[in-house]
T-cell receptor, first 115, second 112 residues
Framework: KQEVTQIPAALSVPEGENLVLNCSFT??????LQWFRQDPGKGLTSLLL?????REQTSGRLNASLDKSSGRSTLYIAASQPGDSATYLC??????????????FGKGTKLSVIP | DGGITQSPKYLFRKEGQNVTLSCEQN?????MYWYRQDPGQGLRLIYY???????QKGDIAEGYSVSREKKESFPLTVTSAQKNPTAFYLC???????????FGPGTRLLVL
């Protein structure tokens, strides 16, 4: 069964720093990997989705990388801002019987950017 | 605007009562999902539906029930058999070429 781990569970950085969030998964036979952001008491917002054939995806100050062979993904945030404070989750899909599709989530990294 | 709506935002349940959480989407997605989120536990899958009139149990289905009579709607009922229902419930759908998952804003269920 796929397991997804995110380290660290929490991270606090001063404004302006570049930072890296880590995600690891046990089964490397994935189709894609998705990074989400969750603000307190809110739903999840998709940030980036990397297909298994890709190694990187970029959106603004965010850059996500994927190394399937080692079972790792990183989310790089450049020039962090207080508005980046949120919990960041990664998720990988798995297919089970009759073509059904599920996502397995990590527990997230809670990021605090200090002004 | 396309998206997923969940109602109510807060829901209070009395002991022994069944309550139903609403989830509606106008994204024309076939697949819909219900997750439960507890502090420090991450998201756990309750039920999912790949197509109308069909659904499957997730990892923690006991004490919950669902229906999928319309493509747009996937309501979740928390039954009296669910002894620890206090949590944040998230509805989601998957669609598009890249199979991106979209989430609703969530419903927080509290027990009186």
């Amino acid at each position: 069964k796929q397991e997804v781990t995110q380290i660290p569970a929490a991270l606090s950085v001063p404004e302006g720093e570049n930072l890296v969030l880590n995600c690891s998964f046990t089964d490397s036979a994935i189709y894609n990997l998705q990074w989400f952001r969750q603000d307190p008491g809110k739903g999840l917002t998709s940030l980036l989705l990397i297909q298994s054939s890709q190694r990187e995806q970029t959106s603004g100050r965010l850059n996500a990388s994927l190394d399937k062979s080692s079972g790792r993904s990183t989310l790089y945030i450049a020039a962090s801002q207080p508005g980046d404070s949120a919990t960041y989750l990664c998720a990988v899909p798995s297919y089970s019987g009759a073509g059904s599709y599920q996502l397995t989530f990590g527990k997230g990294t809670k990021l605090s950017v200090i002004p | 605007d396309g998206g997923i709506t969940q109602s109510p935002k807060y829901l209070f349940r009395k002991e022994g009562q069944n309550v139903t959480l609403s989830c509606e989407q106008n994204l024309n997605h076939d697949a819909m999902y219900w997750y439960r989120q507890d502090p420090g536990q991450g998201l756990r899958l309750i039920y999912y539906s790949q197509i109308v009139n069909d659904f499957q149990k997730g990892d923690i289905a006991e004490g919950y029930s669902v229906s999928r009579e319309k493509k747009e709607s996937f309501p979740l009922t928390v039954t009296s058999a669910q002894k620890n229902p206090t949590a944040f419930y998230l509805c989601a759908s998957i669609g598009g070429e890249q199979e991106t998952q979209y989430f609703g804003p969530g419903t927080r269920l509290l027990v009186l």
